[in-house]
């Protein structure tokens, strides 16, 4: 799996952050991470952090992760920005995120699970870094849960997806997100084709894998192209 490149370029979201962050320092505290969520239209904290990280790699704000609320702008960065402060970034790939993907023992998850983000989620990433130039038909899912820790798939990480039009578009060792209709279920794993059905495999040594026989059939819902990590919470 890749990481997402760092690009300089910033986007809306971005400078909403770091617009927050310079109202906040006024005040004499940082926000939370959960109150930059709710104060710039992020529903998941876990995309909250993928851009705090972003910006301090790229040296606009500074973390001290031994204190709570640790979290500073650097004023030098915001003035050397200038009019680029209200840039677009022509490189950056707005891609929803679509609701969350159980990586456990598969528990009852609805389709509609899928869509509790709203309309207005999404995460950026550089096209550029994409492995195939067709964009088309990708949308993120938040992780939930630890079976593909082996696969540096951790609880909280975001997982971009490609969808899939059959289940014959998966491979044997594809990472896939996978419905069982027979149990109402949705997962992440590894697929592999077996003799006479499906083997859904964890990529962790205490869990046991799934097997799905043919009669009761899945449903792959789409194949993971990228793994954004997450942040370990420091507020």
Not at 82 to 99: H, M
């Amino acid at each position: 799996m890749m990481m997402v490149r760092r690009s300089k370029g910033l986007s809306e979201r971005h400078m909403k952050i770091l617009a927050l962050l310079e109202e906040y320092a006024d005040k004499g505290y940082p926000p939370s991470i959960r109150e930059i969520g709710e104060k710039t239209g992020i529903s998941s904290t876990s995309v909250v952090n993928y851009y705090l990280e972003q910006l301090e790699k790229w040296g606009y704000i500074e973390r001290d992760r031994r204190i709570s609320r640790g979290l500073r702008v650097v004023p030098e960065m915001l003035a050397n920005l200038g009019l680029s402060f209200t840039q677009s970034v022509n490189d950056l790939l707005r891609i929803p995120v679509a609701g969350r993907i159980v990586a456990s023992e598969p528990v009852p998850v609805p389709a509609s699970d899928f869509n509790y983000y709203d309309a207005e989620s999404s995460i950026e990433i550089a096209r550029s870094l994409l492995p195939a130039r067709n964009t088309d038909g990708l949308y993120a899912l938040e992780v939930q849960g630890d079976s593909m820790i082996d696969a540096m798939v951790n609880d909280g990480d975001i997982v971009i997806m490609r969808r899939v039009t059959s289940n014959a578009e998966a491979k044997n060792g594809d990472m896939v997100a996978v419905w069982l209709p027979s149990r109402d279920e949705t997962t992440l794993k590894y697929f592999y084709k077996e003799a006479d059905g499906y083997r859904l495999q964890p990529a962790n040594p205490t869990m046991k894998p799934i097997y799905v026989n043919k009669t009761d059939g899945l449903e792959i819902r789409g194949k993971v192209v990228m793994v954004i990590r997450k942040v370990a919470k420091t507020m």
